[in-house]
């Protein structure tokens, strides 16, 4: 199984600040990557797929980059609503895998 | 708009089978378009995908679960359903059901949208 680490495992932030997270596999993946984010006690909601193309309705100031191993969410300006666990997942192999979660707190 | 919604039991013994349908509404199940997968997250803890299955009947499943997971499409209720044999405490999790949409440019499938999910204890 292919497995997907991010880092940090938890962020403080403010609103306005400008965010970055990690994901790495333990293979390379090409593009075939999608970043989750979950709410608590929500179902996960779809941001990015195939590394960097938005969801429809998703707002510009996500993005995403990267391809092989390594890849990155970066969220510009934060607002209020942007705080929640940030999830990667890659589909270029069976069994789909997920990274552990990143948390992203208010500071 | 499409929605999708998980339902069945909310407790289930030990040994016996877990058993879940995922209602879609605001698109046919009746697509080579989409593919239809199960995802579970135990409490506290990370995501754990299951499997999926397109109609016509195509069913990938993870191997570490292989041998008890049984998917099937209902296309005249347009439902997936999970079937999860010989349950133990570690089955415990919330359970969501997600679309898969046909991505052209990398000729794949990929998850975009997801149920509200449902919690499955089991315990005696």
């Known amino acids: 199984d292919i497995q997907m680490t991010q880092s940090p495992s938890s962020l403080s932030a403010s609103v306005g600040d400008r965010v970055t997270i990690t994901c790495r596999a333990s293979q390379a993946i090409s593009h075939y990557l999608v970043w989750l984010q979950q709410k608590p006690g929500k179902a996960p909601k779809s941001l990015i797929y195939a590394t960097s193309n938005l969801q429809s309705g998703v707002p510009s100031r996500f993005s995403g980059s990267g391809s092989g191993t390594d890849f990155t969410l970066t969220i510009r300006s934060l607002q209020p609503e942007d705080f929640a666990t940030y999830y990667c997942q890659q589909y270029n192999s069976y069994p789909y895998t997920f990274g552990q979660g990143t948390k992203l707190e208010i500071k | 708009q499409l929605q999708l919604q998980e339902s069945g039991p909310g407790l289930v013994k030990p040994s016996e089978t877990l058993s879940l349908t995922c209602t879609v509404s605001?698109?046919?199940?009746?697509?080579?378009?989409?593919?239809w997968g199960w995802i579970r997250q135990p409490p506290g803890r990370g995501l754990e995908w299951i499997g999926k299955i397109q109609y016509g009947g195509t069913t990938f499943y993870n191997p570490s679960l292989k041998s008890r997971v049984t998917m099937s499409i209902d296309t005249s209720e347009n439902e997936i359903s999970l079937k999860l044999s010989s349950v133990t405490a570690a089955d415990t999790a919330e359970y969501y059901c997600a679309r898969q949409s046909f991505d052209g440019t990398l000729a794949t499938f990929y998850f975009d949208h997801w149920g509200q999910g449902t919690l499955v204890t089991v315990s005696p």
């Open positions: 605001g698109v046919s199940v009746s697509s080579y378009s989409h593919y």
